[in-house]
Every structure is written in C-alpha cells, then in structure tokens.
Nanobody, 119 residues
Framework: VQLQASGGGLVQAGDSLRLSCAASGRAFTFLSYDMAWFRQAPKKEREFVAAITWRSSTSYTDSVKGRFTISRDNAKNMSYLQMNSLKPEDTAVYYC????????????WGQGTPVTVSP
C-alpha cells in the first residue's frame, strides 16, 4: 500500500485546511484498511490525531475534538482530514497511515505534509 498525503500549507490561526491522503497499491482493497492521521511537531514525538475504521467509525485525540473531522471516500481510495479553527499548536508535519482492518499496528505510512499555523 502506498500513501500520498497532500494539502498542507501556511495558514493563520482560525483558518481551515483540508488534508488528503491517496491510497494505492497492487491487489489493494481500500475497504480492507483503517486510515489515520498522525502529526509530529518540532522536537516532539509523533502523536495520533484521528482515525477512521473500515466501517467509518471515528476517533480523535482530545485536543482536536470538535475542530477536526476525518472522513474517507471508498470509491476514490481517499482519506481526508478537515481541520477547522486551527491553532498555532496544530503546527506540525501531518502523516497519513493505514493498517489492515482488525489489526492494531499502523504499519503503512505516507510522507508528511507540513502545516504551519501562524498566530
């Protein structure tokens, strides 16, 4: 499975941004995978942001609840992270990830897309 993240950029606090993750691969069935977004801020460890299961159940880290929405388009093999009311502390490199459904390890990773939120 190959994952390609895009959509990052430089925005101001309070703005919105939508990240996209395109999934592809030989003999790849998108519905066989849960999808997630992680982020890594400068000098910090990578942290979980949001996930959506193959059945479209979602989960979020507390700091983004009510502001971020994860979704997926199974027809397009795409996952999205809609980020609203962005804060400077959301500044990080955002990574999309995947795991086979009914497993626990996020073992497929895309390259990061940077998000910078200015005050």
């Amino acid at each position: 499975v190959q994952l390609q993240a895009s959509g990052g950029g430089l925005v101001q606090a309070g703005d919105s941004l939508r990240l996209s993750c395109a999934a592809s691969g030989r003999a790849f069935t998108f519905l066989s995978y849960d999808m997630a977004w992680f982020r890594q801020a400068p000098k910090k460890e990578r942290e979980f942001v949001a996930a959506i299961t193959w059945r479209s159940s979602t989960s979020y880290t507390d700091s983004v609840k009510g502001r971020f929405t994860i979704s997926r388009d199974n027809a397009k093999n795409m996952s999205y992270l809609q980020m609203n009311s962005l804060k400077p502390e959301d500044t990080a490199v955002y990574y999309c990830a995947a795991r086979r459904r009914l497993t626990v390890t996020w073992d497929r990773w895309g390259q990061g897309t940077p998000v910078t939120v200015s005050p």
